[in-house]
Nanobody, 123 residues
């Protein structure tokens, strides 16, 4: 069965960095696009970034562009989100998401969610 296990969340000061990881199993990781979503307290889930199956195409929310980098290591079945220059507005639970195809723009293509990892940006 598909499993997505996020890790790397925690408490960080503004301006700091975190790298989230998502260990994927139960499917051929290298053939599917992946995304990171987040949900802040009291808000709906929002797309943070997405990446194509081979990693050649990426897309970012305007709020994180230039600060976050999505990447993947298909040999390790792992998705990453490098988060730099963190601000309090980045505080949220971050979810690793499997898409239904190699690249997708639409939320209709969401297939599986991980359990989430909490990121808190606070001094």
């Amino acid at each position: 069965q598909v499993q997505l296990v996020e890790s790397g969340g925690g408490l960080v000061q503004p301006g700091g960095s975190l790298r989230l990881s998502c260990a994927a199993s139960g499917f051929t990781f290298s053939t599917y696009g992946m995304s990171w979503y987040r949900q802040a307290p009291g808000k709906e889930r929002e797309l943070v970034a997405r990446i194509s199956s081979a990693g050649e195409t990426t897309n970012y929310a305007d709020s994180v562009k230039g600060r976050f980098t999505i990447s993947r290591d298909n040999a390790k079945n792992t998705l990453y989100l490098q988060m730099n220059n963190l601000i309090p507005e980045d505080t949220a639970v971050y979810y690793c998401v499997k898409l239904r195809r190699s690249w997708a723009w639409s939320a209709r293509e969401i297939d599986y969610w991980g359990q989430g990892t909490r990121v808190t940006v606070s001094s």
